[in-house]
């Protein structure tokens, strides 16, 4: 584990490898199965209170040892062992389109307890994704390209304002619902050079195969609940069927197997490789230090 020696003026730290590639495939499982509509546009997140909510308690398991190591670098590296408190645990991911401007981690007076921050990267630039660069405004390392297992550690306040550039990978949406077997139809001509994300809340059907189902859905993420409760049902083909047997699903004609063409022409640079492939995804912890009396 090769680390990066800090600044004394913009304090941070690079571990390298900090996760094992094990580590890094179990909190991706939990998050591809358990994220939901994150704190920004095309941002998905999974926490702790969330995975209580939904009686996924037990998945919270491996996010302790991995919490507390980090938690005792930090005491480590900046002098400050048995006075921080855990404010924040979560996996986040980055999808298609998903940005951020300059900020530190306490830029709102509601996270003004903020102290320090761990972020700790689950995939690979240039491997899993592209765009999603991690910049500092001032200092050295300005540039980070995240890499599998590889952990940052830095202050909340403004000696450490950063950046994330725009993900241009693809949506976590249409690889989820390409994994369950469906395709995306929109009724409406539309424009593929426009920006991705606003299509995508755009009314739409789904369809398998050469069949439509008759249902329009609000936008993507609507279609995606409703196929991933089949799914995690056990029924979904039997669904399918079904609705195909009733009428409500109906043969595609070659006009709207077209247009499935051309959404597809987007999916599938997007998937080739993995069909259920995040943008970039990361283990993000806060800590407040609390006075030691």
């Known amino acids: 584990m090769a680390d990066i020696e800090m600044e004394e003026d913009h304090p941070r730290l690079i571990l390298h490898n900090f996760l094992t590639e094990d580590e890094c495939k179990e909190l991706e499982f939990i998050?591809?199965?358990?994220?939901?509509?994150?704190?920004?546009?095309?941002?998905?997140?999974?926490?702790l209170s969330h995975l209580i909510a939904t009686n996924s308690a037990h998945l919270i398991i491996p996010f302790l040892p991995i919490r507390?190591?980090?938690?005792?670098?930090?005491?480590?590296?900046?002098?400050?062992?048995?006075?921080?408190?855990?404010?924040?645990?979560?996996?986040?991911?980055?999808?298609?389109?998903?940005?951020?401007?300059?900020?530190?981690?306490?830029?709102?007076?509601?996270?003004?307890?903020?102290?320090?921050?761990?972020?700790?990267?689950l995939n690979s630039y240039g491997k899993d994704f592209e765009g999603g660069l991690f910049h500092f405004q001032d200092g050295e390392p300005k540039t980070i390209a995240p890499m599998v297992g590889d952990a940052v550690i830095y202050t909340a306040d403004g000696r450490n304002t950063h950046s994330v550039d725009e993900d241009i990978g693809f949506d976590i949406r249409l690889g989820r619902l390409h994994a369950l077997g469906f395709d995306v139809y929109y009724s409406r001509d539309m424009n593929f050079g426009s920006d991705l994300s606003e299509l995508l809340m755009e009314p739409m059907q789904l369809a398998r195969r050469d069949q439509l189902l008759d249902h329009k859905f609000?936008?993507?993420?609507?279609?995606?609940?409703?196929?991933?409760?089949?799914?995690?049902?056990?029924?979904?083909?039997?669904?399918?069927?079904?609705?195909?047997?009733?009428?409500?699903?109906?043969?595609?004609?070659?006009?709207?197997?077209?247009?499935?063409?051309?959404?597809?022409?987007?999916?599938?640079?997007?998937?080739?490789?993995?069909?259920?492939?995040?943008?970039?995804?990361?283990y993000k912890i806060s800590w407040t230090a609390i006075g030691i009396v």
Request: glycine fraction near 8%; charged fraction near 20%; hydrophobic fraction near 35%.
């Open 31 to 47: 998050h591809k199965s358990c994220s939901t509509i994150g704190y920004r546009p095309n941002v998905f997140s999974t926490t």
């Open 68 to 121: 507390d190591r980090l938690k005792e670098k930090v005491e480590e590296t900046f002098g400050c062992e048995y006075e921080l408190v855990t404010e924040f645990t979560g996996l986040i991911s980055w999808s298609r389109g998903a940005s951020i401007g300059w900020h530190s981690d306490d830029n709102r007076p509601y996270l003004k307890q903020r102290d320090f921050t761990a972020v700790c990267y």
């Open 218 to 282: 609000v936008n993507v993420l609507h279609s995606l609940q409703v196929a991933q409760f089949y799914f995690w049902e056990g029924c979904k083909s039997q669904a399918f069927t079904n609705e195909v047997q009733s009428g409500k699903a109906v043969r595609l004609s070659r006009s709207q197997s077209e247009k499935i063409t051309q959404v597809g022409v987007n999916r599938d640079i997007m998937l080739c490789v993995r069909p259920v492939q995040l943008g970039g995804v990361f």
